[in-house]
């Protein structure tokens, strides 16, 4: 059973800075498509940025050269560097999987047909 667990939300000022962790346990395959998404309140949930296996990485228009995402494959565990963070970045942060047994993962059309795996999520507050 995959379990999608994320941590170290919090509340910053803006222009602050803040490290989302998503820790994935009962993971047996090594080809991954992983998400963070987001979704503020009375808004749609939207896609952050993703990783693949492959190492390719993609990033909403939003958040290019401020947010980094990464994996540590030896710890299994997602990461988002958010640094000068907005008002507008606050919601609350989810992370999401999905795994194949073999081949590569394209998280373009992983993210289309919906992803296998989610956490319950980590609230960002950005104040002004």
């Known amino acids: 059973q995959v379990q999608l667990v994320e941590s170290g939300g919090g509340s910053v000022q803006a222009g602050g800075s803040l490290r989302l962790s998503c820790a994935a346990s009962?993971?047996?395959?090594?080809?991954?498509?992983m998400v963070w998404f987001r979704q503020a309140p009375g808004k749609e949930r939207e896609g952050v940025a993703d990783?693949?296996?492959?190492?390719?990485?993609t990033y909403a228009d939003s958040v290019k050269g401020r947010f980094t995402i990464s994996k540590d494959n030896a710890k299994n565990t997602l990461y988002l560097e958010m640094n000068n963070l907005k008002p507008e970045d606050t919601a609350m942060y989810h992370c999401?999987?999905?795994?194949?047994?073999?081949?590569?993962?394209?998280?373009?059309?992983?993210?289309?047909?919906?992803?296998?795996?989610w956490g319950k999520g980590t609230l960002v507050t950005i104040s002004s």
């Open positions: 009962g993971v047996t395959y090594s080809s991954y498509c």
């Open positions: 999401a999987a999905s795994f194949r047994s073999s081949g590569e993962i394209d998280c373009f059309w992983a993210r289309l047909y919906g992803m296998d795996y």
């Open positions: 990783i693949a296996s492959d190492g390719s990485t």
